[in-house]
């Protein structure tokens, strides 16, 4: 009688052979659903902590922050990313500690006292009398890239006028410059920008001014005035009151060779000088293989109260996000509710 040999035919090791494969196929499929559902959803909370970043900053710092989203690409697997965008201070100056013609005003930098001369009888204790053409000079962009006013800026100063003209200016020349603001011989007060319009961005820049209403500002008394650009509207404010308002939607024009300047024109006492800009910082990358759903560069905005920008946006913000044939949805509605 013959004994049977143990183990398999053939046609056993190929039936089991074939269901590994499928098990394993399984396996292989659900596992990739699986990162690309970890991937997806943790790009989905990096987007809700850029969002929410840019929301707190608007609060502090009067809106000049904000985030921009860029789209990735998909077809390379290169990840989109956020940039929250938020205010830096440039430059302080109250005079106090003013040697030398120099005054520091921040970040280990000093001011050239050009024909200006310092007196008693500031805000605090000194300030800054200009007249007959004195100057306070600042940096150069090319020394001082905080200066860069393009994104965004704030001056504000403490002025007692005796005298029309210019207040400050960042330049390089009569047609060559980012934004100035001058007292008027009617005590009304006059901003001007040279912008990079958003919708014509391969355009020359174009001139847009802001005029307040006659005698928001007294002579020889303290006025507390200022002029800010956020991308979306030139602002000129007196006593912290916005007196005229500009909506100019783009980017400030900016040199190497721009300085800035307080005075050149108008006379009288300057004290409390604060001069903010826009940097780009905190960057937020998505997941790789993870793109946002847009063609190009968008930006959003919320307000000091927190919520979207009505200036920049009419409608709620709705972002998808995408990878390969997923799809999730973060949206921010007017009231600036993360959803």
Known sequence: MRRRQSGFTIAEVLVVTTILAVLLGFSANALSRAGQGAALGGSVRVTHAALTRAKQLARADRALSSVVCMPGDPATGAPGSL?????????????????????PMGDAREALLAGAVLV??????????????GRILGPALSSAPTFDPSAGFIFEADL??????????????????????????????????MVRLADRPGDEPVVRRAKTAAGVVESDAWNRVGVAYDGVALVVTAHGVVEAETLVAGEASSAPDYTFMIGGGVAGLVDGVRYVTVGIGEPFSLERGVAFDIKTPLTI???EEGRLDRRLHGEPVRLRLVQ????????????????
């Open 160 to 193: 007692m006028p005796s005298g029309p003209g210019q207040i400050v200016r960042l330049g390089s020349g009569a047609d060559a410059y980012a934004f100035a603001l001058l007292l008027e011989q009617d005590l009304s007060l006059t901003a001007e920008i």
């Open 324 to 339: 390969e044939e997923r799809i999730e949805e973060v949206a921010v509605d007017l009231a600036g509710v993360i959803r």
């Open 301 to 303: 905005r919320f307000d």
């Open 83 to 103: 940039q929250v965008r938020l205010s830096r201070r440039a430059a302080t100056l109250n005079f106090d500690a003013a040697d030398n013609g120099r005054t």
């Open 120 to 133: 008693d009888g500031g805000t605090v204790r000194k300030a800054a009398k200009l007249a007959g053409g």
